[in-house]
């Protein structure tokens, strides 16, 4: 019986990735965004980048980084440290190249590999999409046993993000 639930939940989650990737992917991408945090590094503890298709031929690029060197603020017991905040202009031969970079991963992938437990509690995802439809990958540490969760693509587009956001990649993940 359990056996068959997880199958079935199995094809359920396979179908509802089709039907989400072919919506995305039948539309123009018009928005992709980045999200890592960790509780490790004190620097880039929590980055966000946010690019944007705004018209149509310009794009936009967003880059908020939150350190926890920060003061504690002892009335609230919660750090006074406000995101770093960066806007970048990107050209449309960058944002295509993102485009392409996101299309060689594969939900499979994402899903089907093994998954470590917490570690350094890195958490990371990419989202990406047009008009209300769109596609997220969520992973925890990607760069723990890359090869052996097929995680080369998801990798490389983050890195590749992370590069036109103006970021060092060996400082982030």
């Given at each position: 019986m359990?056996?068959?639930f997880?199958?079935?939940a199995?094809?359920?989650?396979?179908?509802?990735?089709?039907?989400?990737?072919t919506s995305?992917?039948s539309q123009e991408v018009?928005f992709?965004e980045l999200?890592y945090?960790?509780?490790?590094?004190?620097?880039?503890?929590?980055v966000?980048v946010?690019?944007?298709?705004?018209?149509h031929?310009t794009y936009?690029?967003r880059?908020e980084?939150?350190?926890?060197?920060s003061?504690?603020?002892p009335?609230?017991l919660k750090?006074?440290?406000?995101?770093?905040?960066k806007?970048i202009?990107?050209?449309g031969?960058?944002f295509?190249a993102?485009?392409?970079?996101?299309q060689k991963?594969k939900?499979?992938?994402i899903?089907?590999?093994?998954h470590?437990?917490?570690l350094?509690?890195a958490s990371?995802s990419?989202?990406?999409?047009?008009?209300?439809t769109?596609?997220t990958y969520?992973?925890?540490?990607?760069v723990?046993?890359t090869d052996?969760r097929n995680?080369?693509n998801?990798?490389d587009?983050y890195?590749?993000?992370?590069q036109?956001?103006?970021?060092?990649?060996?400082?982030i993940?």
């Amino acid at each position: 019986m359990t056996s068959q639930f997880s199958m079935k939940a199995l094809l359920l989650t396979i179908f509802v990735s089709f039907i989400s990737l072919t919506s995305a992917f039948s539309q123009e991408v018009r928005f992709i965004e980045l999200e890592y945090s960790t509780a490790v590094r004190t620097d880039n503890a929590h980055v966000k980048v946010y690019i944007s298709r705004d018209t149509h031929d310009t794009y936009s690029l967003r880059v908020e980084s939150l350190s926890l060197r920060s003061e504690i603020n002892p009335n609230s017991l919660k750090p006074e440290a406000k995101p770093t905040v960066k806007k970048i202009a990107i050209t449309g031969g960058q944002f295509q190249a993102l485009v392409i970079s996101l299309q060689k991963i594969k939900q499979a992938d994402i899903i089907g590999g093994p998954h470590p437990s917490l570690l350094d509690g890195a958490s990371c995802s990419i989202s990406y999409g047009a008009n209300g439809t769109g596609v997220t990958y969520h992973v925890n540490t990607p760069v723990y046993e890359t090869d052996k969760r097929n995680l080369h693509n998801f990798l490389d587009a983050y890195k590749l993000i992370l590069q036109i956001a103006e970021l060092d990649p060996e400082k982030i993940i």
